[in-house]
């Protein structure tokens, strides 16, 4: 499956801010320089969804699409929203 997210480098705290439309919001507190946000966001998506999701466009867009192999639409938004929950406790 492909993940349309839009990156919010440089913010507080990261964390998934919810969708827009198709597209899922993240921020993170890495910069948007060298990748670093890019590694961060690869990172944050990777734990909350359980499986190694990887850049596939995007690389200095704060548009990006991420390969998330195993899952369909259905089940990305079951992991969001559950690791959603856990961190709001």
């Known amino acids: 499956m492909k993940l349309a997210v839009k990156v919010v480098p440089g913010a507080a705290t990261d964390a998934i801010a919810g969708w827009l439309g198709d597209a899922l919001k993240v921020r993170v507190s890495?910069?948007?320089e060298r990748g670093k946000a890019n590694r961060a966001v690869e990172s944050?998506?990777?734990d909350a969804l359980g499986v190694e999701v990887r850049l596939l466009e995007g690389e200095?867009?704060?548009?990006?699409?991420f390969s998330v192999?195993?899952?369909?639409?259905?089940q990305i938004r079951s992991r969001v929203e559950?690791?959603?929950?856990?961190?709001?406790?």
Do not use: N, V, Y
């Not at 192999?69 to 259905?74: S, V, W």
């Not at 559950?82 to 406790?89: E, F, L, N, V």
């Open 30 to 32: 890495a910069p948007a």
């Open 69 to 74: 192999p195993g899952l369909d639409e259905m």
């Open 82 to 89: 559950g690791w959603s929950k856990q961190r709001a406790r």
């Open 60 to 65: 200095r867009s704060s548009r990006k699409l």
């Open 44 to 46: 944050l998506l990777s």
